[in-house]
């Protein structure tokens, strides 16, 4: 089998091996539905009890803190609309960045159609925005503020602590949601010390599967449910739980988060690898800060004269996996916010890929990703020019 190497980690990842053995065990063995007062309830339900645990000792909370969803846009989606709704008497003005996922985007383009105003705050040529910045935009009637963590699409790396501390000087009632979808288990991050009332995480970022999420709610936040049915979660969340994905997801965070700092060090490295080797290439740019000041897996590289599809494709005759701007979304071709919210030259904005790492990339990886692109790109470049 040729052998292939997948770059494109902040789209998705690939389960543990042992987490899909647990999650294996529980549809086939421990399929109880946790609301079942037998048996096989109470067993699902242990699993769900053990789950929340561990989620809730690597946030540093509450397990009564943690909501499960099925992926990273519903707790986003609950986040927003949960509080909109629930303090739209006290103020309806909601604040955000202009690079923030579709899953928050998408969801205060709603909200303004449901007459909330919503103020999008630019960030600076490294994708970020300032703690002032946020200050300075909440209002008295200010209910949210939402800023991601970590970008999708160029690693950016949000202050969000400082920025959780200026909200709450300026307006103590203010909520501030974080989008950790591209942190958690990537960073630390504890919302507890952060000022953080509202955090997103989804399971198949760290390596767990497809079709769970987590919402971290902080005591004494209240936000109203926007799923209603049987009432599961506390009324929070309705829908009979995803058992298994809520252990899967557990169970590859603690993998994770047990040796995270080893992890990290180990992306970073291969990161810095891969940026000294393609900057060697004429007119070649890496997009954002790098080294520690970024995400430890994200590389936003823009390359002069060459359409990132065509250089996708070519890596994928390779065997090589990346993305064109930010794959998550869609499959529909756009031009990227972020990367125009970053001032990047029009002439780069359709060159520009994403190459995401994961724990399961190596230095040869590295080393032939970094040889692919420099054959490459010269000979796309003679290609496109003549
Ligand atoms: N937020 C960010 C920052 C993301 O990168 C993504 C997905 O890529 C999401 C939200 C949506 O997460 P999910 O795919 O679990 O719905």
Known sequence: MRREIYLDNSATTAVLPETAELMHTIYVEEYGNPSSTHHKGVEAERRLRTAKKTLAGILGCSEKNLIFTSCGTESDNLALIGAARAHCRRGKHLVTTMIEHPAILETTKYLESEGFEVTYLPVDNSGLVSPQQVAEAVRSDTILVSVMHINNEIGAVEPVA?????????????????????????????????????????????????????????????????????????????????????????????????????????????????????LEIPEVYVNGKTGTESAPHVISLSVKGVRAEVLLHALEDKGIYVSAGSACASNRPHVSETLKAIGLPKELLDSTIRISLSIFNTQEDIDDTAAALKEIIPFLRRYTRS
């Open 162 to 278: 400082e920025i959780g501390k200026a909200i709450k000087e300026k307006n103590p009632e203010t909520l501030f949601h974080v989008d950790a979808v591209q942190s958690f288990c990537k960073a630390q991050i504890c919302p507890g010390k952060m000022n953080i009332d509202l955090l997103s995480a989804s399971g198949h970022k760290i390596h767990a599967p497809k079709g769970i999420g987590l919402l971290y709610i902080g005591d004494r936040v209240r936000i109203r449910n926007i799923i209603f049915g049987g009432g599961q979660q506390g009324g929070m969340r309705s829908g009979t739980e995803n058992v298994a994905g809520i252990a899967g997801m557990a169970f590859s965070a603690q993998k994770l988060y047990r040796n995270l700092d080893q992890e990290l060090e180990k992306l970073y490295t291969l990161k810095q690898c891969l940026i000294d080797q393609v």
